[in-house]
């Protein structure tokens, strides 16, 4: 049997060097490869998944050579509410990008705030490093600030602590700390390392408390610290290689939470019912019990 060669470590897939170079996203990159409006040595590539050395093929875009790569950019913004998260909007609302000198390199938001949340959001050109920052398996926590409707109670909290089931699923256990008590409201910090949309105000809308204000304060081994709302600044070495080594840090499987553990209780239950068939009797119910989560871990 024939050995596999592997990909030479210098070649890149042709869509994401056109999206290093910063004259467009990759999705673009895709689409223009897809007009023959990409060269490569002279000929146009409209296969997606192409590989090439940027140092040493000559790859133009619509006639025009290609630009070498700029450095790697990180950005840290402290996003006012009333922002959305995107550097284009089709309703035309104030964008992050415009709160980023003009003459910046291109970057993009990795993740999102809701428009009316504010707080800590990272942008960068190094898209290896953003889907690690938002893939589930690399774990990056994300703290809130977040102001409540009443006051959370030890059970509520508990909840939180143990993960909750949503109508997308359970989530994973969150830490949870009270801040402090302001009249009829609280202020609680609250952090996950998932990413689902409007996650937070779910997650305390299903223990029955309306979030007032969210602000992001940590963003993995980022901390907002006190940049001023509205503004930005570029990452110190330290937090962009603290950022790089989310890249080759290990990795371990998510544990259950407990509201996996029912639904995976309930989900066995079934199966053996039907395998057995209903019990009547209370003998027979007992004798068929499959263990519970706790008893098989």
Not at 79 to 87: D, E, F, H, I, L
Not at 181 to 205: D, P
Not at 213 to 242: I, M, Q
Request: proline share 6%.
């Amino acid at each position: 049997m024939g050995m596999m060669l592997s990909r030479p470590p210098t070649e890149v897939r042709l869509q994401k060097v056109i999206a290093r170079s910063g004259i467009t996203s990759r999705r673009q990159a895709e689409l223009l490869m897809k007009q023959g409006r990409v060269t490569v040595n002279g000929k146009a590539v409209t296969v997606m998944g192409t590989c090439v050395d940027p140092k040493r093929d000559h790859i133009k875009v619509n006639g025009r050579h290609l630009k070498p790569a700029p450095p790697d950019v990180f950005l840290m913004v402290n996003k006012p509410a009333g922002y959305v998260s995107t550097m284009k909007d089709p309703e035309h609302r104030p964008t992050v990008a415009d709160l980023l000198d003009k003459k910046s390199v291109r970057t993009f938001p990795v993740g999102r705030l809701d428009y009316d949340s504010e707080g800590l959001l990272l942008l960068t050109n190094n898209g290896e490093i953003a889907q690690a920052c938002l893939h589930p398996r690399f774990h990056v926590e994300k703290t809130y600030l977040v102001k409540i409707k009443g006051h959370l109670s030890e059970e509520a909290l508990k909840k939180l602590e143990q993960g909750l089931t949503l109508e997308d699923g359970a989530t994973a256990p969150a830490r949870v700390r009270k801040v402090r008590k302001v009249a009829v409201n609280s202020w609680i910090e609250l952090t996950i390392h998932e990413g689902r949309n409007h996650q937070v105000k779910r997650m305390l809308q299903a223990v029955d408390h309306l979030v007032l204000k969210l602000k992001r304060t940590k963003f993995g081994p980022l901390n907002l610290g006190n940049l001023p709302l509205g503004n930005s600044r570029h990452l110190t070495d330290r937090e962009t290689n603290a950022l790089r080594d989310l890249l080759h840090a290990p990795h371990e499987p998510q544990k259950p939470t407990q509201a996996n553990k029912k639904a995976l209780w309930a989900k066995s239950t079934k199966k053996r019912l039907t395998k057995h068939g209903a019990k009547t009797s209370q003998q027979n119910r007992v004798k068929h019990r499959p263990r519970r989560p706790e008893e098989s871990l």
